[in-house]
């Protein structure tokens, strides 16, 4: 039985695309290793979404070919963003690849190994016309508590900034009875969070029905039992309604979790990244989010050093981020892409000052998370354990309360753990807030 090791780099949604091909492979009787010394395939799938990401995943790349020489490795597959992007360089420059992946290819995996083993260099790179359902063979490899759940794929926005829709393709959503059965299919196999993603995860269904399909698919999947948290990412603000607003409130299944990526707030930046909505919009938006206080918690992510961003317009963006005081924020030195709009743009912002602007920024939000962490201390929660360690009797465990998104946010501390274990969902108070995470006790 040949031994198929992976590297997934990059977002969840990609994550989503690894464990479809290891899937496939699984049931054609091959073996799924994490040990790349030990693997006759390594497949790497890779991200192309900045500048950081685009290097990550060559080192990747080089460091999975050395395993021809040093490993088992008869055949190194590389999928995703960056084959998409850059088939011909990635052809020419590394003949230590085998085969090309696209991010509509996904499929044709095993098609491109039996392509390989009969001698020829494969390379598919089909539209992105097409999603994993329900009936796709997938191999999860998250918690067997947690999954992800891809909705929607590609993006209609044009974001002056953002190689995603080249890469991706335009809009293509999944039908909702498609998520549903899904859905219903990982509750029945004990998972007890999804987590729902999209690249615009609000804009689900307008390539269907020419409005938000999100609300009808919430309120089918609040109703599937042993599920126990649904949350949202990538919460863009052109489709997000008072309706969708109301039901994440309402919903006690819906984390009341608001991750809404901005990107910046000053108006003349909205409009060379080419936004869809105002900075009157925005404020609008946030205003409503905050209105009803410790109900929501609010995450966003900015980007700063935006070509032609003047003083005055980072300025802004502080003030913004100080006075809404959002629960976390990611920041982002602007990455200059190429083929974006954004690229070619002048007034290109040094790398210097984007890192001074970085570091600002962050120095801001560290204060106000603080804050906010502390404001917590006293309040009641669900904590879901990830896991547990003991030492000298003393069982201590780690994990998420509901306002904590996987991989993106902080954790809670248990100290005293008692028998918990791993997937457990158990009540607690939150007694100290720090900067990042959280500690607290069972009740």
């Excluded at 299944?253 to 910046?264: A, E, F, M, R, S």
Aim: charged share 25%; aromatic share 6%.
């Amino acid at each position: 039985m040949e031994k198929i090791g992976f590297v997934s780099l990059g977002c969840s949604k990609n994550l989503i695309d690894t464990e479809v091909m290891l899937g496939i492979l699984r049931d054609k009787h091959m073996e799924i290793t994490e040990d790349l010394a030990e693997a006759d395939i390594i497949i790497v799938n890779t991200c192309t979404f900045i500048e950081k990401a685009k290097q990550e995943s060559i080192d990747t790349i080089l460091k999975a070919a050395a395993y021809k020489t040093e490993g088992h490795c008869q055949m190194l597959i590389v999928t995703g963003c960056l084959s998409q992007q850059y088939k011909e360089e990635l052809l020419k420059e590394m003949p230590e690849i085998d085969a090309l992946l696209g991010t509509g290819s996904w499929d044709r995996i095993w098609e491109a190994i039996d392509a390989v083993k009969q001698g020829r260099r494969a390379c598919f790179m089909d539209n992105v016309s097409h999603l994993y359902d329900q009936t796709t063979s997938r191999l999860r490899t998250t918690p067997s508590y947690s999954a992800y759940v891809k909705i929607g794929e590609g993006c209609n926005n044009g974001c002056s900034f953002c190689i995603i829709p080249h890469v991706r393709g335009r809009l293509y959503s999944r039908p909702v009875d498609s998520v549903v059965a899904e859905v219903r299919q990982l509750a029945a196999d004990g998972v007890k969070e999804i987590n729902l993603i999209a690249q615009d995860t609000t804009s689900y269904g307008v390539d269907l029905a020419g409005h938000s399909l999100l609300p009808d698919l919430l309120r089918q999947l609040v109703n599937i039992e042993g599920i126990r948290w649904i949350r949202l990412f990538y919460l863009y603000p052109h489709y997000f309604t008072d309706e969708l607003m109301d039901l994440i409130i309402t919903e006690d299944k819906i984390c009341p979790y608001v991750d809404l990526p901005l990107q910046h707030i000053s108006q003349p930046v909205l409009q060379r990244m080419n936004r869809r909505d105002t900075e009157d919009d925005v404020r609008r938006l946030v205003d409503k989010l905050c209105a009803h206080g410790r109900k929501l918690t609010l995450r966003s992510t900015f980007i700063v050093g935006f070509p032609g961003e003047t003083e005055e317009e980072f300025q802004t963006l502080c003030d913004f981020v100080e006075q809404t005081k959002f629960d976390d924020v990611g920041v982002f030195t602007y990455s200059q892409e190429e083929g974006t709009p954004a690229a070619k743009m002048a007034d290109q912002i040094p790398e210097d000052v984007k890192e001074e602007r970085y570091h600002a920024l962050m120095a801001i939000q560290a204060k106000v998370s603080e804050q906010r962490n502390q404001e917590l201390e006293g309040t009641l929660h669900t904590m879901l354990i990830e896991d547990v360690t003991e030492e000298n009797g003393h069982r201590q465990a780690v994990g998420r309360i509901e306002v904590q998104a996987p991989e993106v946010d902080g954790l809670t501390y248990l100290e005293e753990a008692g028998t918990v274990k791993p997937g457990d969902m158990v009540p607690v108070r939150i007694v100290q807030g720090f900067a990042y995470d959280l500690v607290a006790e069972q009740v």
